[in-house]
């Protein structure tokens, strides 16, 4: 395997506003998040909005755990670099589980349900996670050492576009843009996204929410 190879097998993601890489410090699996340079932008202006981003990213990757929602542990931020160091979750993400083939409907429904169940719990606290994706949700196997079962939990990243509101609207812009991506990757999950807003409302989201969704669409098809 060549220097290079090796390299770039430790990229997890190079994204528009970030790379993600896999690092190994102490013996232990971590994953290194930089925000990237914007070139377009003015230095003065790029590099105080990536540091406000890391710092909001950790901070709420961190304060969802008090609610109950799992997210990878963090290690350290590095405003000034714009990194995040946090735990590696060996898991891959819910796009695809819900595109494998080899797995259940029945459990792909159990997963969207949560998800839907995540997000109330995200709204009843006023989070508006900002960038709902099935990418941005990791599909980890937990075993629970009382009953001995494996279970499928949800783990939830990629929090920097997050902002808090009480505005219904935000919420709704939310979902709206959660239901974008998802009917179009997963449009052959029949009733997937039903799913998902049933256990939006069995967690306690509010069905206003779910209402004000269709103002939004109307306002973004006549657009
Ligand atoms: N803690 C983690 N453990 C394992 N894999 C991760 C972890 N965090 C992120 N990933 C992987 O890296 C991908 C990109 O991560 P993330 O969504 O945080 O960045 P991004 O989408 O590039 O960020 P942004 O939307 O802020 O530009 C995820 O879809 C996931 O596959
Ligand atoms: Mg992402």
Not at 123 to 145: A, C, E, M, P, Y
Not at 199 to 205: A, D, I, K, Q, R
Request: one cysteine or more; glycine letters at 6%.
């Amino acid at each position: 395997m060549t220097q290079t190879s090796e390299k770039k097998e430790q990229y997890l993601s190079i994204g528009a506003e970030a790379t993600l890489e896999k690092r190994k410090i102490l013996g232990k699996n971590i994953v290194v998040k930089t925000r990237v340079v914007k070139g377009y932008r003015n230095p003065l202006l790029d590099a105080p909005l990536r540091r406000e981003r890391t710092s909001h990213e950790a901070k709420m990757l961190h304060a969802v755990k008090k609610w109950g929602v799992t997210t990878p542990t963090i290690y350290l931020v590095e405003p000034h670099t714009s990194t995040i160091y946090m735990e590696y979750v060996d898991a891959p993400r819910l796009k695809h589980v819900l595109l494998d083939t080899k797995i259940k409907n029945t459990e792909k429904m159990r997963l969207c349900n949560e998800l839907g169940k995540i997000i109330a719990i995200f709204h009843k606290h006023h989070l508006i996670h900002g960038d709902l994706t099935t990418s941005n949700v990791l599909v980890r196997r937990n075993k629970n050492f009382k009953n001995k079962k494996t279970i499928n939990e949800l783990v939830m990243i990629d929090f920097g576009l997050s902002t808090y509101s009480h505005k219904i609207e935000d919420e709704a812009v939310d979902l709206v843009n959660l239901k974008k991506t998802f009917t179009a990757t997963h449009s052959t999950l029949n009733e997937g996204w039903g799913e998902i807003q049933k256990g939006y409302l069995e967690n306690g989201g509010e069905k206003k929410v779910l209402k004000q969704m269709s103002e939004v669409e109307s306002r973004i098809r006549y657009a």
